[in-house]
């Protein structure tokens, strides 16, 4: 369940900069783009948490840094 969740997560929801889209079709396929703070800090807690329940996966570490970058230089006041 833990890896299936990953997989529709990394290749269904997450946009090539690193956030989260709002909302995707039962195919896969993009309906809503909008990058939702509240999301994105659900897709942290799912990346930290496969992590710590053993999956190992390098790109983990690598996608909740890159997003958390995105936040910080976009999302949070300056």
Known sequence: AVWSGLDALTTRFLR??????????RGGQPLDETAHLYDHAFVLLALA???????????LEDRAVRLRGWLLDHALPQ
Do not use: I, N
């Not at 948490?49 to 790109?59: E, I, P, Q, T």
């Open 49 to 59: 948490s496969a992590r710590a329940a053993g999956v190992d996966r390098d790109d």
């Open 16 to 25: 090539d900069d690193g956030t989260s889209r709002a909302l995707v079709a």
